[in-house]
Structure formats: structure tokens, C-alpha cells
């Protein structure tokens, strides 16, 4: 999976350089963003391709490094989900949890916001 990742105020981001679908494995984030917790980074930023698609696994495994990343005082972003991919996050109630922004600046800016 072909992923580039770099820092952006307090966030790292993932950004997926090729569409998600059924037969993608998101599990390679688990570890990933289990190195980064353990050198301190808890807030990360996921960027989906607009192709990206998420399915049962695929939501399965966002869960799991939601609910890491939490454990750590962290946050969870998403940087401009394509809109069905907010519709199935929607379905869950995910939007409720973790930060959807149009933009890496966006989530800088919101991020300044709740800091206040």
C-alpha cells in the first residue's frame, strides 16, 4: 500500500497515494501509527484518495487505531473524505468522534480552536 506520510502542526498524516477498496488491507496502519504513539505522536491525520472506498474491514481496522489513539489522549482526523465515504462513516456515527476537515489547514485550524 503506497502511503506517504509527513507532519503538519501537531498532526501526522497518512495520506493514501492509491484508492481503498475491497480488496485493499488498511491493517499496515495499526503499526504504523503504532510507532508513532510510541514516540509520542497521538494526533493523526488520515487522507483518503477521492477512488477510496471503505467496507467492513476497512472500518473495522479505522476502529481499532480510533480507539488507540484515544487510549493515548490522541486524536483522530480525516482529511477530505469523498462523500461516500462520509456517508458510511455517518452511518456509524464516526463524524461524532473524529474530526472530518476539507483541508490540512482546516484541521490546524480547528485543532487551534478546541485548544482555546
Known sequence: MNIETHQKGDYYVFKFKEDIGLGSDLSVLK?????????????I?????KGSY???????TLVVCFEMIKEHNGQLALISPNKSIQDILGIIDFPKIIRVCKSEEE??????????
Do not use: C, Q, V, W
Open 45 to 49: 491525520a488520515l487522507a483518503f484518495t
Open 54 to 60: 471503505l467496507y467492513t474491514r476497512s472500518i473495522a
Open 31 to 43: 503499526p504504523m501509527i503504532e510507532e508513532k504513539i510510541g514516540i509520542g505522536i497521538t494526533n
Open 107 to 116: 484541521l490546524l485550524d480547528l485543532h487551534a480552536m478546541a485548544r482555546k
